[in-house]
T-cell receptor, first 110, second 114 residues
Framework: SQQGEEDPQALSIQEGENATMNCSYK?????LQWYRQNSGRGLVHLIL?????REKHSGRLRVTLDTSKKSSSLLITASRAADTASYFC??????????FGKGTRLSVIA | DTAVSQTPKYLVTQMGNDKSIKCEQN?????MYWYKQDSKKFLKIMFS???????INETVPNRFSPKSPDKAHLNLHINSLELGDSAVYFC?????????????FGPGTRLTVL
């Protein structure tokens, strides 16, 4: 069954604003990843956060993980038009396959 | 330069036909995957191979048959295509370590069954 659920399904913001996407999951995890998918392309790995980590940064990306609430958030600061894409969370539980959510479609308007 | 490549990029065919999609990775990964992404963007794993050996086979009709001639290639053959097979199929590869599995995706093959 599907593990990750992103929220919101779609988000539209102005360039320069911050974008926040959330992911909730149901079972215990070893790690959680965020991927980006540009229209017509494959997914690209952005960042991985382990279950014993609470926050991680990579450039303009900030990911948090709250294992007690079984949720994660992805914050993109100072968004650009090029950030327009769908963003997926994927949960990893050791030897089981990654399970992807349905994604959040982000539109950044110039 | 391409890390994970798939051919063809687009595939349009009639119901009942048999078709194949090819995937190659030059990253030296030992695990390869096939995913299906439906019209609602839901990405679902179909198969996973590790060093040419099938390790994951989700509930996929047996009309779908993966073949891995070596660990750099994972092809997907589909028999008797149905309308519901229309989707984008993604190949991915990785080398899982310590429970962590960062995957690298191909560009996708958009299959349209008429």
């Amino acid at each position: 069954s599907q593990q990750g659920e992103e929220d919101p399904q779609a988000l539209s913001i102005q360039e320069g604003e911050n974008a926040t996407m959330n992911c909730s999951y149901k079972t215990s995890i070893n790690n959680l990843q965020w991927y980006r998918q540009n229209s017509g392309r494959g997914l690209v790995h952005l960042i991985l956060i382990r279950s014993n980590e609470r926050e991680k940064h990579s450039g303009r990306l900030r990911v948090t993980l709250d294992t007690s609430k079984k949720s994660s958030s992805l914050l993109i600061t100072a968004s650009r038009a090029a950030d327009t894409a769908s963003y997926f969370c994927a949960t990893g539980s050791g030897n089981t396959p990654l399970v992807f959510g349905k994604g959040t479609r982000l539109s950044v308007i110039a | 330069d391409t890390a994970v490549s798939q051919t063809p990029k687009y595939l349009v065919t009639q119901m009942g036909n048999d078709k194949s999609i090819k995937c190659e990775q030059n990253l030296g990964h030992d695990t390869m995957y096939w995913y299906k992404q439906d019209s609602k963007k839901f990405l679902k794993i179909m198969f996973s191979y590790n060093n040419k050996e099938l390790i994951i086979n989700e509930t996929v009709p047996n009309r779908f048959s993966p073949k891995s001639p070596d660990k750099a290639h994972l092809n997907l053959h589909i028999n008797s295509l149905e309308l519901g097979d229309s989707a984008v199929y993604f190949c991915a590869s990785s080398t899982p370590r310590g429970g962590e599995d960062t995957q690298y995706f191909g560009p996708g093959t958009r299959l349209t069954v008429l």
